[in-house]
């Protein structure tokens, strides 16, 4: 009977770290990396001027009662736009709301929008939870269909008959072990062709191809203020390197 007890304790310490022994690691940074932030000023950005600012060295934007957005609104990179790329951040942000980094996406100017800043495209979630699904990392389609394209342990294709889920790559105790709370947390973005990989605090979370006629192929990088309850949310170490 003892023998047949630890070996159920030694299965559930398994079990219960088998999240993060999963995920596979994240590639090296190694290359030429271009710096989207100088840590002093939004030169290079545009944003609502009234909710995005420089603080301590990191992108703050923040939403209160008394200055509000009209409708999700975006902090958008303002030189070039980018296809295939490996692009690194840190990030933190309140619990009240969520956040995202645009990528592939298109700056919406139509007249129809609510603001001057709103953007439709591929969006790596940012948010400051640790329960599935709710949590940073998932691909959402802003304003361009779909959904929740590609949740936080899938490995997934969609194609023309919709999304086929592979693999799972970390589970619920694996990202409560990765994800730091009330922290900064380290991401990657890699997008090469229809394959893109989400990485975070170095393990894979993401890895998704998309072969739907809706998949885009390159856009404009952007920082997301939800609308709807206060919050705030900071950036910093933000850099790119181009794919060959």
């Not at 990657?188 to 893109?196: E, F, K, N, Q």
Request: hydrophobic share 40%; aromatic share 10%.
């Amino acid at each position: 009977m003892k023998r047949i007890a630890i070996a159920v304790m030694v299965c559930g310490w398994l079990a219960a770290g088998a999240g993060i022994a999963w995920a596979q690691d994240a590639p090296p940074e190694t290359g030429r990396y271009t710096s989207l932030f100088n840590g002093k000023d939004l030169s290079g950005w545009d944003g609502d001027p009234r909710l995005w600012s420089v603080v301590d060295g990191a992108i703050h934007g923040e939403t209160t009662e008394k200055h509000q957005a009209n409708g999700n609104t975006f902090l958008i990179y303002q030189q070039g736009e980018f296809g295939d790329f490996e692009l690194r951040f840190s990030f933190r942000c309140s619990s009240t709301n969520n956040s995202g980094v645009q990528y592939r996406s298109k700056h919406i100017t139509d007249g129809n929008v609510r603001n001057a800043w709103v953007v439709r495209g591929y969006q790596h979630e940012i948010r400051n939870e640790t329960k599935l699904p709710n949590v940073a990392g998932f691909i959402y389609g802003e304003g361009i269909g779909r959904g929740r394209i590609c949740l936080v342990g899938e490995k997934a294709v969609w194609g023309p008959d919709g999304k086929r889920v592979l693999d799972t790559l970390i589970d619920q105790a694996g990202f409560e072990k990765l994800f730091r709370l009330d922290d900064w947390n380290d991401s990657i973005i890699v997008a090469r062709g229809t394959h893109i990989q989400h990485y975070l605090n170095g393990k894979l979370i993401v890895d998704f191809t998309d072969r739907d006629d809706l998949a885009l192929r390159q856009g404009i990088i952007a920082l997301q203020l939800h609308a709807g309850k206060p919050m705030w949310v900071e950036f910093r170490d933000l850099r790119i390197k181009e794919l060959k």
